[in-house]
């Protein structure tokens, strides 16, 4: 059929000039790098897990990355990229993926990877995983022999590939007998450039330079999660350390290398120190208000869209001090699909006069309005603060809910709780596209009219043009921004810091130590 | 006394129930599911929903705490549903930690404490006596995490004295090293504790120090430091043990915060987790561990008084 489809859609060449250039700027001249040493990440709260089919947290994938590697990866730009496979062939309208192995890549116990493996963790995965709507689609899996590993679909799926490189709940390939493991009870024996040393829940976790680490040849260096990876640090180890004030100093005092995302204001406390650095990842999420169409005032649209009136950006940016850009869109403004100006009438509206009009329309009669925000993240709830503050000054009675995250997050995803309108930070959908904002917009069990979102969504997946999909996604980020189901605020980024004695850090979405060495 | 012992501990048996059912209440009534905690919070509702069920979290509480019951009749404590581990095991990981930490703490704080409180009673009303209970209201007021914190500031990042934060194992590190770990969160821990135990000191001592066998004494010629170390002092004991008993139930309890500021991998940290997680069976059950430590101390306490005052008797 198509040309397009019959090709192979992805090989190991670089993919962009610009995945290029940011990926020779990452690498430091080949003479500086040794091999040898120890580092200390001071990472965030403990790891329950890792079992990558089942990491959905940022800390247990920070350390399941290293140890374990997929089919296909996030490159240095987010895009997809081969890592075991050598290649991918697509076919029969986007129904069947032919994935070709890198040959000779062993597992950290010797074995080598097949398309056994490969089978048996699809396998398991589609069993056990958080994230098994990824292969519901499947009809079934072919094996014609040790290198090559085919999928068929039910239908077509342009995206599935796409879908494929998702970091989070990675689908990792594992040795074929942990197929029968339950979900977080794998042994710990992947891929990757790192093998699992030792684990102390609560305290610490080592990782030890995979000697017989089968590298990528076929890439020039390093590009995101895959490309040519190379482990000099003979370990590293990631101190669990919940409070960022503890992060903090842990590397002032020389404990941590390197340390986890610290909150802005935190980052003024370096000082002059030369031997600290600061490595600003962006953009890292996206801060946006999410309103609950299901409760009380917010279940009307109106309100909704007065409460989008009244907000300023710049007041809430100034109040949480993260390093934000401003960008209308539900995606970045790297992506295909970034929307441009078209989502520019629903953002940052900054219109009191407007908020109150429609307020009066919307026959609101002083009721009150419940803003819930978690005391775990200081953007989050400054942004809720200073929401509350704008939309006192645009008439509306307002209460703050303060809770912990996992009531908030649950309140959110749930609907559940007696809030109107609460803020969050989306870091993975925007980063990965429209195809993973899918899952969070429908699991929000509030947002109504799904038939236009299930017919935009079933356009995007089929069409094998990009034109169509693109068109296809604009019409759902209008939806959700038009309803005022989300309201934008910014793109955020993240800061990490280390000691310089560390070469190599490059800024990416998860911090990497492959590639990385010290002086 | 070891029939007294006995009943002290089946009368434990009730307040156990009632604080096991107290527990577990409070941690379903809180909101968040930890489903949605294990998930992720990108999991969809339908796996959300599959976790919930694989844990039996779907089914109505009287059944849940009826089935926690039946498991503690049989000394199983649960398992915690992020750790993939017995409650027991997970406790017994970390139990050293925090007793560690308490010993340390509870070193630091009987010398200091008591000293205080005994040097304030003996020059009351002076400015030392002033001095020593405006350090022990501040000891006792200051807020656990904000002294740790800038003790952390001061004396780890400006000064270098001691590690920031982690635990190093006697095992491991060997003495020094796993001291320095457990110095500064003990010192910290300690203050309140130190405040606290000062005051009792202090109060217990000035009605020993008004009774006539201390005149008496003073009157026969004894010296000072007989008086107020083997007389005065020996009389304060009672009160003192009754303090200590809660000085340790304190310090047990103070550790979740310190052990979150300190970054040390102990059981208070372990409880953080938990409930941040809506761990029930492991908060549940560390809980309970938590509540029989306390009713065993308060039971060593009272043995401790027959030792002190003769006169007491148990059985």
Known sequence: MAGWLGRAVLTCAPLALAVAASFALAIAPA??????????????????????????????????????????????????????????????????????????????????????????????????????????????????????????????????????????????????????RPGREIEPIGTGPFTLETWEKDSHLILRRNAAYSVDRSAAGPDGLAGRKTAYLDTVRYDFLAEPAARLAALQGGQADAVANLPADYIRRLGDRTDLATLQVFPFCQLMFVTHAGNGLTAKTLIRQAIRAAVNVDDILAASGQPARRNPSLVYPGSPYHTGDASAEFYDRRNLDEARALLAQAGYNGEKLVLQTNSSFSYMRDAILVLAGQLREA???????????????????????????????????????????????????????RAGLDDAYRRMFASPEFAPRQAAWRQIETQLLDQAYFIKVADLGAVRAYNTRLQGMAPYFFQRFWNTWVN | MYRGILMRLSQAVPVLLIFSVMVFMLMHLLPGDPAQAIAGSDASEEAVEKIREQLGLNRPLPIQLLEWFAHLATGNFGESLTLKQSVVSAVGERLPVTLSLSLVSLV??????????????????????????????????????????????????????????????????????????????????????????????????????????????????????????????????????????????????????IEQVFALPGIGRLIVQGILNRDYPLVQGTMLLFGFAFVVINILVDIIYTFVDPRVRYG
């Open chain 1, 395 to 449: 008439g509306v009675n307002t209460e703050v809910q303060v809770v912990d995250w996992l009531a908030n997050s649950t309140n959110l995803r749930r609907g559940t709780g007696n809030w109107n309108v609460t803020a969050t930070g989306f870091c993975t959908q925007p980063l990965l596209g429209p195809q993973q904002w899918r899952s969070q917009i429908y699991t929000n069990p509030h947002i109504r009219d």
């Open chain 2, 108 to 257: 630091v704080t009987l010398p200091i404490g008591i000293g205080l409180g005994m040097v304030a009673a003996y020059w009351r009303n002076s400015w030392i006596d002033a001095c020593v209970m405006v350090t022990a209201l501040l000891g006792v007021s200051l807020p656990g995490f904000w002294v740790g914190i800038l003790s952390v500031l001061y004396f780890s990042v400006t000064l270098g004295w001691f590690p920031p934060s982690g635990y190093v194992p006697l095992s491991e590190g060997g003495l020094w090293l796993w001291f320095a770990s457990l110095v500064q969160p003990a010192i910290v821990l300690a203050l309140f504790q130190i405040g606290f135990l000062a005051r009792i000191t202090r109060s217990a001592m000035l009605d020993v120090l008004d009774q006539d066998f201390i005149r008496t004494a003073r009157a026969k010629g004894v010296d000072e430091w007989t008086v107020v170390s083997k007389h005065a002092f020996r009389n304060t004991l009672i009160p003192i043990v009754t303090v200590l008993g809660i000085t340790l139930s304190l310090l047990i309890g103070g550790s979740v915060v």
């Open chain 1, 31 to 180: 003479s500086a790098q040794k091999r040898g040493g120890a580092v200390t990440y001071a990472s965030g709260g403990g790891i329950g897990s890792l079992d990558p089919h089942v990491a959905g947290s940022l800390v247990e994938l920070e350390v399941i990355h290293h140890v374990f590697e997929t089919l296909v990866a996030m490159d240095e730009s987010y895009n997809a990229r081969p890592m075991l496979a050598a290649a991918v062939q697509v076919g029969d309208q986007a129904r069947r993926f032919r994935f070709t192995l890198r040959k000779g890549v062993r597992f950290h116990n010797g074995e080598v990877v097949t398309s056994a493996a490969v089978l048996a963790s699809f396998e398991r995965y589609a069993m056990i995983s958080t994230n098994t709507a990824l292969l519901e689609d499947v009809s079934r899996y072919e094996v014609p022999d040790a290198d090559t590993f085919v999928v068929h679909l039910k239908a077509s799926n342009a995206m599935f590939i796409e879908m494929l490189k998702s970091p989070t709940y990675p689908l990792a390939i594992l040795p074929p007998d942990q197929k029968d």
